[in-house]
């Protein structure tokens, strides 16, 4: 039963697609979805040939955000076992966010608390309009401290403060313009058609190159540019140049044809 809470599936192209799969909840997320996504998560981390990873949901919503019943539960929990319960969403948002081929969340219906956090860790979002969105946790006296590194990465701490701690809802257009989302469409055949493209654009890119490009932007984000940072990023440039990968891409270029991850 564990393992029908969220689905994976993977084309022969190499496209997978995670499906959470609680629509009579509207996907609510509880210690079972956790301990499932952190196994999917790894064991696209560790797949052969996976280059596109879609992060999508069934039914009316793409997440309402932590089950009730699992915080019900939760009330009752030591300080210890509270952190331990805690720190197994912090590792699967992790992992999510930093597996190493590109992911893209598809979000229709409601997105709020923990819901969010998956969508901010993911590398790419896309939502129909009538989606609506919350960081909701202080409306319940909680607060959004596991997603918080993911949601703040994604719209910054000045949109973050805002949202974290009034708990509003908000629409998709607000999701777009503060970072949450880089897309928004009309309706559900719209995202497919866009989940199509940005799958396309993913899988134009060599996929180590990819693997290598998100671990830079994790790795520079915030630091400052000083001599250190100059040298590494010359560094991180000139090893990737001499890779197969490089060799290919650049000869590809100059030959006019299509390089062999596209072929």
């Not at 069934?58 to 210890?80: I, P, V, Y």
């Not at 994604?154 to 949450?180: K, N, P, Q, S």
Request: proline share 4%; aromatic share 6%.
């Amino acid at each position: 039963m564990s393992e029908q809470c969220a689905l994976l599936t993977v084309s022969p192209e190499g496209v997978a697609t995670v499906t959470l799969n609680r629509p009579e909840v509207h996907n609510a997320i509880n210690e079972v979805v956790i301990a499932r996504l952190s196994e999917i998560w790894d064991e696209l981390a560790r797949a052969e040939g996976v280059r596109v990873v879609r992060v999508e949901a069934a039914g009316k919503s793409f997440s309402a955000g932590a089950d009730l019943n699992w915080m019900r539960r939760a009330a009752d929990f030591s300080e210890a076992e509270n952190v331990a319960d805690a720190k197994a969403m912090g590792e699967m948002l992790r992992r999510l966010y930093t597996l190493p081929m590109p992911t893209v969340a598809l979000v229709h219906g409601d997105a709020y608390a923990a819901g969010v956090g998956m969508i901010a860790a993911c590398d790419v979002a896309i939502a129909v309009k009538d989606a609506m969105f919350g960081v909701s946790e202080t409306r319940l006296g909680l607060i959004p401290a596991v997603i918080s590194p993911y949601v703040i990465g994604a719209i910054g701490a000045r949109h973050a403060r805002r949202y974290a701690v009034t708990g509003e809802r908000f629409d998709a257009a607000e999701a777009w313009r503060i970072g949450l989302v880089h897309q928004v469409v009309d309706d559900a055949p719209a995202l497919a058609a866009a989940a199509e493209g940005m799958v396309g654009r993913f899988v134009a890119a060599a996929p180590g190159a990819v693997a290598e490009a998100k671990r830079l932007v994790r790795s520079i984000a915030g630091r400052p540019i000083d001599d250190a940072l100059v040298d590494e990023t010359a560094r991180r440039i000139a090893a990737r140049r001499v890779t197969d990968e490089g060799r290919e891409g650049i000869a590809a270029f100059l030959e006019k044809r299509k390089p062999s991850w596209r072929a």
